[in-house]
């Protein structure tokens, strides 16, 4: 079993709609929750960070953690073509920041 | 600021030979990582510097890979000898320090081993 799993999609949506990607983890002493966004051929970088369970919203992106279900989501809101990439879902165990990260979800929006 | 600096961008060799990465982390950045990601994966860490130390190098192939950060400031990454298995990106980060949430990566250096 991976650490962190992620459906490697494509996730089709279109514009204007609402993505929804998610990612689970098994190691329940995962301790922070990372999405980064990666265009193709480009280096991944970073879109928010969550911590505590519940919601975390930054301008159309909306990240979603349950800890009982080992499930975090990353929700993008009026979706753009621009937006479409592979999204890294990542886990960190300690307070060393090493990062853990999934195979990604590749999301294609549709114009 | 300037960003992570990474060299060569790409870089084809044969299977055996070596090869040499390098990078340069935006100043005053004390935390310094090496990832490999292998294409429709997610990136693999490989080394964590903090300064010129090193923080965890557990998945790092020891009889074939090595890196260093002499100065705290930048690094090299080597394969020697490479094999074809290790034909990936290999993407180098850096963070103000080891708990900082946020890493900055570089544009990587496309590796491909024939």
């Known amino acids: 079993q991976k650490e962190v799993e992620q459906n490697s999609g494509p996730l089709s949506v279109p514009e204007g709609a609402i993505a929804s990607l998610n990612c689970t983890y098994s190691d329940r002493g995962s301790q922070s929750f990372f999405w980064y966004r990666q265009y193709s051929g480009k280096s991944p970088e970073l879109i928010m960070f969550?911590?505590?369970?519940g919601d975390k919203e930054d301008g159309r992106f909306t990240a979603q953690l349950n800890k009982a279900s080992q499930y975090v989501s990353l929700l993008i809101r009026d979706s753009q073509p621009s937006d479409s990439a592979t999204y890294l879902c990542?886990?960190?165990?300690?307070?060393?920041?090493?990062?853990?990260f999934g195979s990604g979800t590749r999301l294609l929006v549709r114009p | 600021e300037a960003g992570v600096a990474q060299s060569p961008r790409y870089k084809i060799i044969e299977k055996r030979q070596s090869v040499a990465f390098w990078c340069n982390p935006i100043s005053g950045h004390a935390t310094l990582y090496w990832y490999q990601q292998i294409l429709g994966q997610g990136p693999k860490l490989l080394i964590q510097?903090?300064?010129?130390?090193?923080?965890?190098d557990s998945q790092l192939p020891k009889d074939r890979f090595s890196a260093e950060r002499l100065k705290g400031v930048d690094s090299t990454l080597k394969i020697q000898p490479a094999k074809l298995e290790d034909s990936a990106v290999y993407l180098c980060a850096s963070s103000l320090t080891s708990g900082s949430e946020t890493q900055y990566f570089g544009p990587g250096t496309r590796l491909l081993v024939l």
């Open positions: 990542a886990v960190t165990r300690d307070s060393s920041y090493k990062l853990i």
């Open positions: 969550i911590y505590s369970n």
């Open positions: 510097f903090q300064n010129n130390g090193v923080v965890d």
